[in-house]
């Protein structure tokens, strides 16, 4: 398989926000490794035997589903111990295996932001591809200038899948994706920036990156854990009109 280039993120606090419930909270986060670059459609199809018709763009139309099967492909591999475990479309994440996975959206907000504070980590039109650009499909990776942890891509070209459920009581089992996309306009290309979709998902401008960082401990790790998951879900009574049924 095409190699996958990694970065080594040092660990550090960041903010992350949820604008439903009009949280702000800081995590603290472990040294982790994450992508260089979005997974590629030729690295997709060398692990998942699909076609690949533009080698050195981002894969998308790739479900959540389908990104973290490919996480553990990617670490059978390189014969590393799998991240995730399957009870059909359940998905447990070990937090102490060595293998890739999806990062948590604190840890891609992190990587992404590299010291910075503010919307984004450099002038839009030279590290992003946006609606500005005026193209009408992913570019190929690399193409603009990376941010400070020498990522590519992390703000526009395509979204991100993440690790974490968007906001499960009033969307389920949506997982956020991040960063924005070719299609967006400036504002939805922020680091702070969040939108979800269902895991079965796909579409013509999310993909994904890869992150690696083995964790002690179980259910919880780098800003995500399974209690809170639990307790975000709860809700008292009906559901408002607009919200996704929980299934």
């Given amino acids: 398989m095409d190699e996958i280039e990694l970065a080594r993120i040092a660990g550090g606090t960041v903010t992350l926000?949820?604008?439903?419930?009009?949280?702000?909270?800081?995590?603290?986060?472990?040294?982790?490794?994450?992508?260089v670059f979005p997974v590629t459609e030729e690295q997709l199809a060398e692990l998942l035997d699909v076609p690949s018709v533009h080698p050195r763009r981002?894969?998308?139309?790739?479900?959540?589903?389908?990104?973290?099967?490919f996480c553990n492909a990617a670490s059978e591999w390189e014969g590393l111990d799998p991240a995730y475990g399957f009870d059909g479309e359940d998905v447990t994440w070990h937090v102490d295996a060595d293998g890739y996975r999806l990062p948590t959206e604190a840890e891609w907000e992190l990587a992404c932001r590299a010291g910075s504070t503010g919307a984004t980590y450099g002038p839009l039109h030279e590290v992003a591809w946006t609606s500005a650009d005026g193209v009408s499909s992913p570019q190929n990776v690399?193409?603009?200038?990376?941010?400070?942890?020498?990522?590519?891509?992390?703000?526009?070209?395509?979204?991100?899948?993440?690790?974490?459920?968007?906001?499960?009581?009033?969307?389920?089992?949506y997982r956020?994706?991040?960063?924005?996309?070719f299609a967006d306009d400036a504002f939805s290309v922020r680091a702070g920036t969040r939108r979800g979709?269902?895991?079965r998902m796909?579409?013509?401008?999310?993909?994904?990156?890869?992150?690696?960082?083995?964790?002690?401990?179980?259910?919880?790790?780098q800003g995500w854990s399974a209690a809170v998951d639990r307790e975000r879900a709860s809700i008292d009574g009906p559901l408002p009109s607009g919200w996704t049924p929980r299934r």
């Fill in 17 to 35: 926000h949820d604008a439903r419930r009009m949280l702000r909270w800081s995590v603290d986060l472990e040294p982790f490794e994450i992508g």
């Fill in 142 to 173: 690399g193409a603009k200038l990376p941010n400070l942890n020498g990522l590519f891509d992390i703000l526009g070209n395509v979204w991100e899948w993440c690790w974490d459920l968007l906001d499960p009581a009033r969307y389920d089992s």
């Fill in 58 to 69: 981002p894969a998308v139309e790739v479900s959540w589903l389908r990104a973290i099967r």
């Fill in 202 to 221: 796909s579409h013509e401008d999310v993909g994904f990156r890869l992150a690696r960082g083995a964790m002690d401990g179980q259910d919880a790790a």
């Fill in 176 to 181: 956020v994706f991040r960063g924005g996309g």
């Fill in 197 to 199: 979709g269902a895991p």
